[in-house]
């Protein structure tokens, strides 16, 4: 049964493929014989036409290329019912520009105007110009993108029956046209009337101004059809064919060769032919022609043969797909067979992995239920080292603070240098167990996230003479050279920051600077990026072994010399604070050479999570 039925299908397949085969030939065959409907179904959209441009012409390509032309010129160029231009040559050179890349700007305004623009150069294009001998001598002319016809129309019943019968009328031409030009340069004696606006002359010549009109024979036939007008025609052959361009400004030949570049391409391409048929296709009759007749012919006959070619190679095909069709039925079935026994073993295997899923899932459970138990018991464990750190804080705070300050009054009113000497040395003993207790605190505050700032505006300068000025005293002890180095921009700059945390920063890398250095010189310095200022110390000291260099910004870690005091915690608060501000922070060094550390605070402070 299954055999047979997939039979049938292949069969109305066949039948299907044949029949959709006939309705397409049948459709085509009929195409050429109704050039209207063609007509009606060409797609006019030329906006997605590939760039075949093989010239570069950056410095026309960045500009905005002025394209000038007439207001009321229709069918060629006008300015539509919206207000916009639009016409054949709107179409040609928007056409252009988006082959060669180009930018421009359409504007259209009374010829009379365009004449003066052109007498005076001070144009990039014109979209639309007659290319006659007078004017190649202002002007540059494009290979032409129309040839026109020039004829002569009159109010119907008139006597004026071919181009001979005006020579003693009265003429009506549109100003500055090629019209105009041609019967001025031709005939002199006969009278002109001549009309700023296309649409007034013609109607003029309806209502009986003149006796005949000079123009062009499109124009003058699309004017005919788009407006009540009826007892107006054309008489006699063209006077005159005109190559009608675009023009350039005399000795432009750059422009004038993109212009050149951009219509060969469009007329390769089959834009041109497009647009053309879209403004012109119903003005023009197609003449009877025996060729046209002939390749009417042959979209019949070929069609006709192939289709008998098809329906004997189809009937010799159809028995030998047949038998393979019938063997791979066969096969499929076997390979069916063989897919069934294959899914009962995987089915079986499949029960078996579900048993095992469902214990693996118990055992997730289980440990999730650990993990729980275990979350909450470190949450209380944390809880009780930030009670034991706020504590510790406050009983150890309290007596030091009392130790610190007995011992500056005994180095006041002691008289002798022996307790003068041991009550400083417990001062500065006291004074490092309170920046201990601090880092500790700000580590663990660090740990829980729950570190305070306070941001306000202050000024980057006093900042850095702050620094200065309590480190000054010390380095001039030691014998060390030390150097503020900072630009006016970056020192002036209004920074928006948590001084105490920014200090507390630069505290710890300027100590870290005079701690490991013997002699020689520590910089403090600080320049503005675009979106962030840089801050640095620079010191002639030990340095830092190459292999220290990724780890000293770890907890608790001391490079080089352990001997040097400290508790290891300044560098890895200093990161975490600059890390909050949204900066970076780094070193550079060399052994025996010296150290630069150096760190960034955003202009804009945006701040981001702590390292933990």
Not at 298 to 326: A, D, E, H
Request: net charge negative.
């Amino acid at each position: 049964m299954t055999l047979l039925r997939k039979l049938k299908n292949l069969k109305l397949n066949y039948t299907l493929l044949l029949r959709f085969f006939v309705i397409f030939v049948s459709l085509w065959l009929l195409a050429p014989a109704f050039p209207e409907c063609n007509a009606q179904a060409v797609d006019f959209s030329y906006d997605e036409n590939p760039d075949f441009s093989t010239l570069s012409y950056p410095e026309w390509q960045d500009s905005v290329i002025h394209v000038i032309g007439d207001h009321n010129y229709a069918p060629y160029e006008f300015l539509n019912e919206k207000g916009e231009p639009d016409g054949f040559t709107v179409a040609i050179i928007k056409a252009v520009a988006k082959v060669m890349k180009l930018n421009i700007q359409i504007e259209l305004i009374p010829w009379g105007e365009v004449r003066t623009s052109v007498d005076q150069g001070t144009f990039d294009v014109v979209s639309g110009m007659y290319q006659t001998q007078q004017r190649d001598a202002i002007a540059d002319f494009s290979i032409p993108h129309f040839i026109s016809s020039y004829s002569f129309f009159v109010r119907k019943g008139t006597k004026i029956k071919n181009n001979e019968d005006f020579q003693d009328k009265v003429v009506l031409v549109q100003e500055g046209d090629l019209g105009h030009d041609y019967m001025i340069e031709r005939y002199p004696e006969t009278r002109l009337i001549t009309f700023t606006d296309f649409g007034d002359l013609f109607l003029a010549l309806s209502e009986g101004i003149g006796d005949c009109s000079f123009h062009s024979r499109l124009q003058g036939l699309r004017f005919l059809s788009s407006n009540e007008v009826s007892n107006v025609e054309d008489v006699g052959k063209a006077a005159i064919q005109q190559k009608y361009c675009m023009a350039v400004a005399e000795g432009n030949t750059q422009l004038l060769a993109i212009l050149n570049e951009g219509l060969s391409i469009i007329k390769t391409n089959g834009t041109y032919d497009r647009i053309y048929q879209e403004w012109f296709g119903i003005y023009e009759n197609t003449p009877f022609s025996w060729r046209r007749v002939m390749m009417l012919t042959m979209w019949i006959v070929v069609p006709l043969v192939l289709l008998g070619l098809i329906f004997f190679y189809w009937s010799w095909s159809l028995k030998k797909q047949v038998r393979k069709s019938t063997a791979d039925l066969q096969e499929e079935l076997k390979r069916s067979q063989t897919f069934q026994h294959e899914l009962e073993v995987s089915q079986s295997k499949l029960e078996n992995q579900n048993i095992q899923l469902q214990q693996h899932n118990a055992r997730i459970a289980s440990m999730n239920d650990e993990l729980k138990a275990a979350k909450l018991k470190a949450e209380k464990n944390d809880n009780l080292k930030t009670a034991f750190l706020a504590n510790m804080s406050h009983e150890i705070r309290t007596p030091m603070n009392s130790i610190i300050g007995f011992c500056e009054l005994l180095e006041i009113e002691a008289q002798e240098p022996n307790v003068q000497k041991y009550t400083g040395i417990i001062s500065n003993s006291a004074q490092r167990l309170m920046r201990l207790l601090d880092d500790i605190i700000d580590i663990s505050k660090i740990e829980s996230g729950v570190i305070g700032f306070s941001f306000s505006q202050m000024m980057v300068k006093n900042i850095l003479i702050e620094l200065y000025e309590h480190y000054k005293v010390e380095t001039d002890n030691k014998g060390i050279d030390f150097v503020r180095q900072a630009e006016d921009v970056c020192e002036d700059f209004l920074l928006t920051t948590d001084p105490s945390r920014l200090m507390q920063v630069l505290n710890n890398l300027l100590s870290n600077a005079i701690k490991h250095t013997d002699s020689g010189t520590i910089i403090m310095g600080c320049s503005k990026q675009p979106d962030h200022l840089k801050f640095w110390v620079t010191d002639t000291g030990r340095g830092i072994p190459k292999e220290d260099l990724p780890h000293v910004f770890d907890r608790f870690y001391q490079a080089g010399n352990h001997h040097a005091g400290g508790t290891g915690l300044g560098l890895a608060i200093a990161r975490s604070i600059v890390e909050y501000f949204g900066g970076k922070i780094g070193v550079e060094s060399r052994e025996n050479k010296g150290s630069t550390f150096w760190f960034t605070h955003p202009l804009s402070l945006q701040a981001g999570k702590l390292h933990g």
